[in-house]
């Protein structure tokens, strides 16, 4: 029988849908400036589909109150995806075919390749999907614009870490998807850097993870950390294993999980875990974003988190595209000003564009998770 929670689930997406693509029906509500997006507003992702969001939209309001874009004002309209491909290649196609100017902020690995067809297809860009998979930046897709770093990249500079300060023995727990083969890469070449090999390496089933088989296999090699490539509910409740099985391991995992919502998840094993981070430290006022994007949270009332940087920097890349896209902006005149955009100084961190190179940044740093709950640097 279906629940009343299932069932509520299921009556607010398609609430949620519904209003959504009215808004942009509806002439007379649709802003002049209309952004799409689809992303796990439920599911396992949601907290930090929602802390981007937030983040973004910070950004947004900034803009919007200022006059907007040109004497335009930009309004995102978010359809709920769940975390499923199949229903963010609809979504997409809805928002798209209601008139989006652009795609923008949409979550994880399997469900950008499911979309990308359509950008070509449509010749709409896309703008800071929150993935680092390597796909997107090569070969350079002409409608694919990123903005934070690749998930090789960031498992690479993990390893690269753990065998700084010691450790020895390092056991890998990945999503068996394409988000997990691809960020694995960048671990395996860490450890060949520092001349060692994992002691252990097991993959999870992304629609029904089962730690139960599996967290027994990797701790008999007794690790000494042991580096989670997944997102959000599921890495939750794989840390959550490892120390229910009496492992002291130090806990890794990527930036894909650095917001609150996932400190939540973790409770009281939260202290002490290591995320990656693709973005400045949120609380680095020497750096203009960062000190803007505090005072826009300060003055909303909102906590500025990793993830919520994430939106605002992602959302003042698009906006900057947009500004140089021509007073009456198309999906053609925004593709071309961010590829020719060069290199755009965002507020003590640089990007850049060009015909060869759609990355944006390659910025890598650690975190910590103390004692409060907050991540430290």
């Known amino acids: 029988m279906t ?23 509806a002439p007379s509500a649709r802003a002049d400036i209309t952004i799409g997006q689809t992303a796990g507003y439920t599911g396992t992702v949601a907290a930090s589909v929602k802390e981007a969001t937030q983040g973004a939209k910070l950004y947004f309001d900034i803009v919007n109150a200022g006059g907007g874009v040109n004497g335009q004002k930009i309004t995102l309209v978010s359809l709920d995806d769940k ?4 229903l963010a290649v609809t979504n997409a196609k ?3 075919d209601q008139g989006v100017i652009a795609l923008f902020l949409n979550r994880g690995t399997p469900l950008t390749q499911a979309i990308m067809p359509l950008l070509t297809e449509h010749r709409i860009p896309l703008v800071a999907p929150s993935t680092g998979a390597m796909a997107l930046h090569k070969p350079v897709h002409p409608w694919l614009f ?60 992304r629609a029904t993870p089962d730690f139960g088989p599996l967290v027994p296999k990797l701790l008999a090699s007794q690790p000494q950390a042991v580096l989670f490539i997944g997102s959000g509910t599921a890495v939750v409740q794989g840390m959550k294993a490892v120390r229910a099985a009496g492992s002291t391991a130090q806990l890794v995992t990527l930036s894909n999980n650095a917001s609150a919502g996932f400190i939540k998840g973790l409770g009281d094993i939260a202290y002490g875990v290591i995320v990656s981070q693709v ?12 000190k803007e994007a505090l005072e826009a949270a300060q003055k909303a009332g909102i906590e500025l988190t990793p993830t919520t940087v994430e939106g605002y920097v992602s959302a003042k890349v698009l906006v900057e595209g947009l500004k140089h896209a021509g007073k009456q902006p198309t999906r053609q005149s ?44």
């Open 3 to 25: 629940s009343f929670r299932q069932r509520a689930s299921r009556l607010f997406t398609v609430a949620f849908t519904a209003a959504a693509l009215a808004a942009l029906a």
């Open 94 to 96: 809805a928002l798209i």
């Open 279 to 290: 973005f400045p430290y949120e609380r680095s006022i020497a750096k203009p974003v960062i």
């Open 146 to 205: 990123n903005v934070r770093a690749t998930y090789q990249r960031e498992a690479e500079r993990t390893i690269e870490h753990l065998s700084l300060i010691g450790v020895e023995r390092i056991a890998i727990l990945q999503v068996d998807d394409s988000f997990g083969e691809d960020a694995v890469v960048g671990a395996l070449h860490g450890l060949s850097k520092v001349n060692k090999v994992a002691v252990a390496h097991e993959k999870y089933d």
């Open 83 to 86: 975390f499923d491909a199949k």
């Open 334 to 377: 925004l593709r071309d000003a961010l590829e020719n955009m060069g290199h755009f100084d965002l507020g003590g961190i640089e990007l850049g564009y060009s015909a060869k190179d759609h990355t944006g940044l390659d910025y890598v740093d650690l975190a910590i998770i103390d004692q409060s709950g907050k991540f430290r640097r």
